[in-house]
Every structure is written in structure tokens, then in C-alpha cells.
């Protein structure tokens, strides 16, 4: 089973970009769909943003046109390009492999704030 660890979190004013980062400890290249959740204070975790196969995607509403998704199967890495950061977007972010399967594979998070 591969592990996933997150990186590029971190403090950022309205208005401004990260790129976070999920390596994966092995080839993600069999797993179908990846993902990034988040999960602010107080709330329950919440999809963010699916990759299925090499280039399908989804994303919630509030981050549409604003975040991308992506995967380098080469790297074993997927990645959430933020621009455009809202207040409302701070939150820990978790990357998953098979998000929807039974027993889903979980990073151990990596903060992003917001600051307005």
C-alpha cells in the first residue's frame, strides 16, 4: 500500500497562489482517481478537487476556475495548483488515493492559511 505525503502548504494573503504537492511512496499509476479534501476548524472534511485517469476532472464549487488538479504518474505525484486564495480556503489539505473505495489511502495533511 503506498503512502502520500503532502507538501507546499503554508501563510498566504488574499489573493495569492500555492502549489501543493502529494507524493505518493509508490506508483499511483494503477489508481484511478486521486483527490484533494480539506477540512477547516469546526467542519467536516470536504472534496476539493478528483483526478480519474490522466486528465478527468472535478471540482467543487467553491474553487472552480480558481484551482487545478494534476498528476505526473512519471513522479508518482499529484499536485493542486491554488490561485486567486479566499480566507474561506484556509483549511488542512489532504490528499487521498481511492477516495471512493472501501478503505481509502490518506496523507497526514498540510496546513494552508489565508490571510485577508
Known amino acids: 500500500q503506498v503512502q502520500l505525503v503532502e507538501s507546499g502548504g503554508g501563510l498566504v494573503q488574499a489573493g495569492g497562489s500555492l502549489r501543493l504537492s502529494c507524493a505518493a511512496s509508490?506508483?499511483?499509476?494503477?489508481?484511478?482517481?486521486m483527490a484533494w479534501y480539506r477540512q477547516a476548524p469546526g467542519k467536516q472534511r470536504e472534496s476539493v478537487a478528483i483526478?480519474?485517469?490522466?486528465?478527468?476532472?472535478n471540482y467543487a464549487d467553491s474553487v472552480k476556475g480558481r484551482f487545478a488538479i494534476s498528476r505526473d504518474n512519471a513522479k508518482n505525484t499529484i499536485y493542486l495548483q491554488m490561485n486567486s486564495l479566499k480566507p474561506e480556503d484556509t483549511a488542512v489539505y489532504y490528499c487521498?488515493?481511492?477516495?471512493?473505495?472501501?478503505?481509502?489511502?490518506w496523507g497526514q495533511g498540510t496546513q494552508v492559511t489565508v490571510s485577508s
Open positions: 487521498c488515493a481511492d477516495p471512493y473505495r472501501t478503505s481509502p489511502i
Open positions: 509508490g506508483s499511483i499509476f494503477n489508481i484511478a482517481v
Open positions: 483526478i480519474i485517469g490522466a486528465d478527468s476532472t
